[in-house]
């Protein structure tokens, strides 16, 4: 190729470098004219498997990536298209009705190309008719009373309106004519037709009018008739048949038919399908905006109580205070403000200042406590009455409309004018007397004036009303907030600290509580103000806090064995409902502190027991001792149950407990009736805990048996066969031995049965025997229905004691039987014991379960399949199947974390290069697009770099010539020579 030839994309090279001829590598390239058999066709690399697919992948996020620009999509809305219960037909068919219907001749009837009739062409319509087709009758307004149509034809029409022939010839309008007629002649015949036609039409109207005038009077006659038909009819009382048959509905003495019919109705409403309808309302809260929500009305109930404690209501409307007035006395009132003074003198009164005269406030002087008023001038000593003397004038306040005289003493003559001002201020002298600075209407004003010049306006009806009306206002906010106030003091804060040891708790409750309510109020605000769910920061105070709650409950609960619930100013059980309330709260924010506190307390419940025990192995000089807990930890252990859940198999808090309670029910001594109770109390919780998940407790039915012996008739009886050894040694106390006679001269006062109890009074009491041998024969009749069938058959040796101790009873003794109500518990216990134990039966030996036999399983002829999830590696030698599963599954997670890491990388990079891509095209048109308006730019500053060169040579038209000539002779600022 010749020098300096360009060459379509750059010189090509072989593999040799050589300079390839361009014509050869476009005939080599071309697609061949003719194909020809056997000719020798380049090799198609094929390309492998992985390269088709990262091909396919790279297409289809390449067609993700458009899509994902766009928000329009194609919808298929062709009939039936998305109906897949429709056949192919059905769908034709259904089009092909669509289009009938579309092409109908409603829809098609002011078409103006019809596309049926090919020669038919294009035309217009009116009101569905051709309008080269219309005649003059078509265009005939009829009346409503004229029910043909018009008779006007081409000659009434040329007539009216003209209609020449356009050069056309003569024409007759009213048709051919036999002889020489003359139009006029044709127009006195056509006028005398119009005139008959006119006559008849008037007569028919005439007729029309006749006819009807004759249909209203007949209406009206049958209507004065039927008033006297209607007289003759006897109507049925609707509504009286309705009462009756209402009536005999509810006696049920409907006649047949109707019965039938009445059940008839009732079926079918109750088919009747009514669709419920539920106001809409927000999703459900999680506890965390629970707790938020909790805080923020406390904490803004708190601000509010602190605002008015303050005398500061801004934005307080004060709803929660009613405006109640009291018909208190004077001196009443009086007295109990000396008295509020005098306990607290440095109290803010503010708004709530009960005297209606000056705002005195008290202070400490010199000379003692004293009234001061708002400038802090001392008015009188506190205890000293006021002078209560009238002065000679009312004096008058700041802002009163009055008529003054202007400048009187100034006035000649003693005449004097009144003007109409208000007062700006008052000014009172040490003497005694006032002055005033009067503001006139007209603008002027004047200060000093004295009282005797000055008169107050005399108001209008209206005006006194609206004074009286903001007095009453005034009044009631006045009052309110005074009530306000003093709610406020007498008011529990709403937001508390968290105390950290159980002294500050009693102290932060006897500053606040008065009664067992309240105190459970602190408890509660306590929580709620600084929950675990409002921060998690607030979780060790609160752990502290749950201690601290749980020492409490400990309290109360020894305080309800010294001396009772207390009443309802205590209520100690309510109060112990309300700390089980924030207890399992608290255990449910937090779980994890909750248990950590549980454990170390019943370690601390443990070590405490065993303590206890070694103290009882010594004699003790006191006669109250006890190795039991006290009842408060019984209490406690009781509300348990309350918190956590008693059936899952190991729980952090529940286990422990129950190997607790059976530690104190099978290692305690009993030295009184007391510890009876509670080894009572404790064996229920034991069987109440276990019941749900159905698990035997030797102890507690041990337990229950021996206390049940101790009731035996026969003295023997009472001292053998103890199952449990602490009560083996308490049978040979002498405490116990007349139980058996205390019960059996035991009188039923009323119908209810005596119940268990662990106040010292009531167990002090002469019932205690009675309530423990019940308390003991429920328990006991509970845990016999309850593991009756779940034992394997074990029933009569888990329950072997238990039978022995209550055939030992003896209830029908005859020295000394039991009480009716007594007996007949002692028959339920029995009858339970045979139902349970089945003792009519043999019984069967105790054996190990049968071991499962291999089900037959059908010979499978698939073919042998490698199973991946039995296959082994070298490196899971000598690891078991369990070991040998964890790694196999760690490496597959490990795989297919690495494939997918390697995908999304891949998808990562193509997708950057096609945005980089794009980006760039984008920055390419609008870089080509910015030269473009340079090039541009350049050119016309060109241009004009050329005018000014020039001299304005280049300018052309768009101007007088006198302009043009100007500008050539370089008057204009500029010189021929183009210079400046």
């Known amino acids: 190729l010749p020098k300096g030839l360009p060459v379509r994309g750059g010189v090509k090279r072989g593999k040799s470098g050589d300079v390839v001829n361009p014509f050869e ?16 066709a380049p090799k198609v690399s094929s390309q492998s498997s992985l390269a088709r697919a990262l091909k396919e992948r790279q297409t289809k996020l390449r067609d993700e990536l458009k899509r994902s620009k766009k928000a329009n999509a194609f919808v298929d809305r062709r009939i039936g298209a998305n109906n897949s219960e429709m056949t192919a037909e059905e769908q034709n068919l259904a089009r092909l009705v669509k289009e009938r219907t579309r092409r109908s001749k409603r829809s098609s009837k002011f078409s103006l190309d019809d596309g049926d009739d090919d020669d038919a062409g294009d035309f217009l319509t009116h009101r569905g008719k051709n309008i080269d087709a219309l005649t003059a009758k078509d265009h005939v307004i009829l009346s409503d009373d004229e029910e043909d149509g018009g008779q006007l034809d081409a000659a009434d029409t040329l007539q009216h309106f003209g209609g020449g022939s356009g050069g056309r010839g003569p024409s007759n309008p009213y048709g051919p004519s036999d002889g020489d007629a003359t139009l006029l002649q044709q127009y006195s015949s056509r006028k005398t037709e119009l005139d008959d036609l006119i006559m008849r039409r008037k007569l028919l109207k005439a007729e029309r009018v006749k006819t009807k005038e004759a249909q209203v009077d007949a209406v009206e006659k049958m209507d004065e008739s039927f008033d006297g038909l ?15 048959y209402n009536k005999a509905r509810r006696e049920g003495t409907l006649a047949g038919d109707d019965k039938e019919m009445a059940d008839w109705d009732k079926e079918m409403r109750g088919f009747q399908f009514l669709e419920r309808k539920v106001a809409a309302t927000d999703r459900t809260k999680t506890p965390e905006e629970i707790a938020k929500e909790e805080a923020e009305r406390l904490n803004e109930l708190e601000t509010r109580r602190l605002a008015r404690m303050n005398g500061e209501y801004v934005d307080d409307d004060l709803s929660d205070i009613s405006d109640d007035e009291t018909n208190e006395d004077p001196a009443q009132k009086l007295e109990r403000k000396k008295a509020r003074l005098a306990e607290n003198p440095e109290q803010l009164d503010g708004d709530s200042d009960e005297d209606e005269d000056d705002d005195l406030q008290p202070r400490f002087t010199a000379d003692g406590l004293v009234h001061v008023d708002k400038d802090g001038k001392v008015v009188s000593k506190f205890g000293e009455e006021k002078d209560t003397k009238t002065p000679e004038h009312d004096i008058l306040s700041a802002g009163d409309k009055v008529t003054a005289c202007y400048h009187a003493k100034e006035q000649f ?17 040490k003497d005694g007397s006032v002055t005033y600075d009067v503001d006139y209407e007209d603008g002027d004003f004047e200060d000093g004036i004295e009282p005797q010049h000055v008169r107050p306006v005399e108001k209008t009806e209206e005006e006194v009303e609206q004074e009286d009306t903001k007095k009453q206002k005034d009044t009631s906010l006045k009052r309110k907030r005074q009530k306000a106030s003093q709610k406020a003091r007498n008011t529990m804060p709403f937001v508390f600290e968290v105390p950290t040891t159980l002294e500050a708790l009693h102290d932060m409750i006897g500053e606040h509580a008065k009664t067992g309510k309240d105190a459970s109020l602190v408890i509660e605000r306590i929580y709620a103000s600084n929950s675990v769910r409002l921060d998690r920061r607030n979780t060790e105070k609160m752990q502290n806090f749950y201690d601290v709650i749980l020492r409490r409950f400990i309290a109360v609960g020894d305080a309800i064995h010294q001396s009772g619930n207390g009443g309802p100013e205590l209520g100690r059980y309510e109060q112990l409902d309300s700390l089980t309330k924030t207890l399992y709260k608290m255990a449910q924010d937090a779980p994890d502190s909750a248990g950590a506190v549980w454990a170390r307390r019943l370690g601390i419940f443990h070590s405490a027991h065993g303590k206890r025990l070694r103290d009882a192995e010594m004699e003790q000089e006191d006669d109250d001792f006890s190795a ?32 607790l309670l059976g530690q104190f029910v099978a290692h305690t001594p009993v030295y009184s009736l007391s510890d009876l109770a509670k080894g009572v109390f404790c064996a229920g919780l034991l069987i109440e805990y276990t019941k749900e998940a159905k698990r035997a407790v030797p102890e507690a039915y041990a337990f229950l048996a021996g206390v049940v012996r101790l009731f035996a008739a026969k003295t023997k009886d009472r001292r053998v066969g103890h199952a449990s050894a602490n009560l083996a040694a308490a049978s040979e106390e002498d405490e116990f031995q007349e139980l058996r006679a205390s019960v059996s001269s035991f009188t039923v006062d009323n119908e209810t049965s005596p119940r268990l109890s662990l106040e010292r009074e009531s167990i002090n009491s002469a019932t205690t025997p009675t309530t423990i041998l019940l308390a003991s024969l429920s328990l006991l009749e509970l845990a016999i229905i309850n593991m009756a069938g779940s034992v394997e058959a074990a029933e009569r040796e888990l329950f072997s004691a238990v039978s022995e101790s209550v055939l030992a009873l003896q209830p029908k003794h005859k020295s000394r039987p039991l009480p009716a109500f007594l007996v007949d518990k002692v028959g339920d216990v029995v009858g339970s014991l045979s139902d349970a134990c089945k003792y009519d039966t043999a019984r069967a030996p105790l054996c190990r379960q049968a071991a499962l036999k291999k089900k037959q399983v059908i010979q ?112 204009l600022g500029i010189k021929k020579g183009g210079k400046f």
């Open 25 to 40: 590598v476009t005939a080599r390239n071309k697609r061949p004219k003719h194909e020809v058999v056997n000719r020798p």
């Open 230 to 244: 209607a007289a003759l009819l006897n109507f049925r009382d609707k509504e009286q048949e309705i009462r009756q």
């Open 413 to 429: 003559d003693g005449q004097v004018t009144w003007y109409n001002g208000v007062i700006s201020r008052v000014h009172r002298a």
């Open 628 to 659: 039991w807990p006290s009842t408060g930890v019984v209490l406690v252990l009781r509300s348990i149950g309350h918190i956590f859940p008693v059936t899952d198999r190991r729980h952090y808090v529940v286990t422990p407990t129950l190997l």
């Open 860 to 971: 499978s002829l698939a073919p042998r399949m490698e199973n991946p999830e039995k296959y082994s590696l070298s490196k899971d030698k000598g690891k078991d199947a369990t070991q040998v599963a964890a790694d196999r599954t760690r490496r597959e997670l490990k795989r297919e974390k690495k494939a997918i890491s390697r995908e999304l990388r891949l998808d990562a990079a193509f997708v950057e290069t096609e945005r980089r891509a794009e980006q760039a095209k984008k920055d390419d048109a609008a870089k080509a697009k910015r030269n473009r308006a340079f090039a541009w730019m350049e050119n016309e500053q060109a241009t004009m770099n050329q005018q000014v060169t020039q001299g304005g040579g280049l300018l052309s038209g768009g101007g007088m010539g006198a302009a043009r000539a100007k500008a050539k002779s370089g008057k």
